[in-house]
Structure formats: structure tokens, C-alpha cells
């Protein structure tokens, strides 16, 4: 028998490939996880800011405010605002809310009271468009999440439009 001679070099070649098998198999293995979890935040934003304009209209639509009557008192004094009348027996908008709520100048302070960290942008339109009661914020042109729902403003049908995005 015999022997194979000893070739120097092949060792440290073995090891330099076997090294940069382990680091490529890691790195795929990174990469694969980084990308999955990029997408799960991505999807996990979108979950919250497309269910958000839906919260809000239903808040608006539902909610009087706190304290009861905020509307005739300082918008200051206002701990949250919603568009709903004072009466739990009538669930139409108060023109006097959406009146205050549109001719307020301070965007900050409406939407702290909505409890908002997104922009938004709150229209409320007679179901025929005929008549404009409140355009709030600011619309985009931009990725936005919208949502429409119904009421009614003085017996009149309104439709309430809102726009969230980043």
C-alpha cells in the first residue's frame, strides 16, 4: 500500500470553503429573516392606519364630547370633541359642533382632542354634494386611508369623509 502524500494547502482550502459556506448560509438566513420581519411591520402599520379613519368617523358620529356642551365653552376647555348632538335619544350632528370644529384655527388642538398622531382630514358633504358643512386638515395627494359613513345634520343626510396617512 501506498501512501498518499500529504499536498499542503489542501486543508487551508477546505476550511476557507467551509468558512464561507457557514457565513453565506447565515447571511441567507438573515437576510430571509430581516425581510420577513420588514414585511410584518409594514403589515402591522397598514392594520392600524386602515382600521384609524374608520375609529374616527364612528368616534364623530357617536361621541357628543367631554364635557357635555363643549362647543358653547372655550375649545381649551374641551377635553375630547365628537360631532354627535348632547341628546342620547337623537343621534344626528350638531350643526353648532361642526361649526366650531370647522372654524377652528388651531389644527393641533382638534386633533390632540381626537387623540391623533397622523394627519388627517375630516369632510362632511350632503349626501348630494349640494352643500359643504365642514372641510377640516389637510387633504393629500400622497398613500392616505379613507373612510366614509353616514348621518344626518338637521334631518338632512351627510356623508363624513375621512383621510389618515403619515
Not at 457565513?23 to 410584518?40: P, R
Not at 372655550?74 to 342620547?88: K, M, W
Not at 361642526?98 to 389644527?107: A, E, P, T, V
Not at 377640516?136 to 351627510?158: A, Q
Request: charged share 15%.
Amino acid at each position: 500500500m501506498k501512501k498518499i502524500p500529504k499536498k499542503k494547502g489542501y486543508l487551508q482550502i477546505d476550511f476557507a470553503f467551509a468558512v464561507f459556506i457557514f457565513f453565506y448560509i447565515v447571511f441567507v438566513i438573515y437576510g430571509l429573516y430581516s425581510f420577513a420581519y420588514a414585511s410584518h411591520n409594514q403589515e402591522i402599520e397598514f392594520m392600524e392606519l386602515s382600521s384609524l379613519p374608520r375609529d374616527i368617523c364612528n368616534y364623530l358620529i357617536s361621541s357628543p364630547g367631554y364635557p357635555l356642551g363643549w362647543e358653547a365653552m372655550s375649545l381649551n376647555q374641551a377635553i375630547s370633541v365628537g360631532l354627535r348632538g348632547d341628546s342620547f335619544l337623537d343621534n344626528s350632528l350638531s350643526s353648532d359642533k361642526i361649526n366650531i370644529f370647522g372654524n377652528s384655527l388651531n389644527y393641533n388642538s382638534i386633533s390632540d382632542k381626537l387623540g391623533l398622531d397622523e394627519i388627517v382630514y375630516i369632510r362632511i358633504d350632503s349626501v348630494d354634494n349640494s352643500i359643504n358643512y365642514l372641510n377640516f386638515g389637510f387633504p393629500s395627494d400622497t398613500l392616505k386611508y379613507s373612510y366614509s359613513c353616514y348621518s344626518s345634520v338637521n334631518s338632512d343626510p351627510v356623508v363624513i369623509y375621512v383621510e389618515v396617512w403619515r
